[in-house]
């Protein structure tokens, strides 16, 4: 069994709206992975990306009736918040999240790609280190990009990536591979959904932490 598969994202819509619901069901199933990955180090990450899920969830208990669309929340927040917008509440928790699932995203496309090392085939440190720059590296400073030095060095192999990704079952790599493509279909459009809405909300910020 796939890890992956068992928590498929739903497919988007027509109009590209991102259901508050689904989206928050799908990704609190990501935290716990970072439990298999071993070091003290992913932990930092995994309490990042919990507290963006729970300040989100906070604002859609209030009203779920209203809040139907992670849309309806950005748009609300701006709103009332007015001119502390839009770093603030859950636009700005949503803004560092999908930061991070991209990160997961681009990297996860780099293994199905077959992007390696071929010096050392079965390190991922190629594949993290293209998610890091295409996702992140621009938002942090010199502090938090030695956080990322000590998670790249932290990194499991390859070979025990996968096998995480495969609920520690010894499953051939093309399958877990077909299976990581099969998660995708439905991940990606969901992450350039949620960077398209802060594009046209102007949503977005470009300072670093
Ligand atoms: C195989 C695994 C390899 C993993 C390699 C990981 C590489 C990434 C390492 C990066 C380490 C990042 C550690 C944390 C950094 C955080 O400082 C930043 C900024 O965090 C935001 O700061 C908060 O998330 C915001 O929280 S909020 O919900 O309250 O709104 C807020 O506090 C904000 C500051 O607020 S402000 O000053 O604007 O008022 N976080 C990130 O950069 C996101 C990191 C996500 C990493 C995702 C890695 C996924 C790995 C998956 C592996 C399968």
Redesign the pocket.
């Given at each position: 069994m796939s890890l992956l598969l068992d928590n498929q994202f739903a497919e988007l819509p027509a109009d590209k709206s991102v259901d508050t619901k689904t989206f928050l069901d799908n990704v609190s199933t990501l935290p716990p992975?970072?439990d298999c990955?071993g070091s003290k180090v992913?932990s930092?990450?995994k309490s990042?990306?919990n507290?963006?899920i729970t300040?989100i969830r906070a604002v859609y208990d209030q009203d779920p009736a209203k809040y139907v669309t992670l849309q309806d929340i950005v748009e609300a927040e701006r709103e009332t918040h007015k001119g502390e917008w839009p770093?603030v509440g859950a636009t700005?928790?949503l803004m560092?999240?999908k930061?991070?699932l991209r990160?997961?995203q681009v990297?996860l496309q780099s293994l199905a790609d077959g992007d390696r090392d071929e010096n050392n085939p079965n390190l991922?440190r190629v594949n993290?280190t293209k998610a890091?720059e295409h996702a992140?590296k621009r938002?942090?400073g010199w502090i938090?990009q030695k956080?990322?030095s000590a998670?790249?060095i932290a990194?499991?192999y390859r070979s025990n990536?996968l096998k995480a990704l495969s609920k520690g079952e010894e499953v051939k790599d093309e399958d877990c591979l077909a299976n990581v493509h099969l998660f995708l279909v439905n991940y990606t459009p969901t992450v350039d959904a949620i960077y398209e809405m802060y594009s046209n909300l102007n949503a977005e910020l470009d300072?670093t932490?």
């Open positions: 992975f970072f990955l992913f930092i990450i990042d990306i507290g963006n300040k770093k700005l928790a560092w999240l930061r991070g990160f997961i990297l991922i993290i890091y992140l938002y942090h938090v956080v990322f998670a790249l990194a499991p990536f300072y932490v």
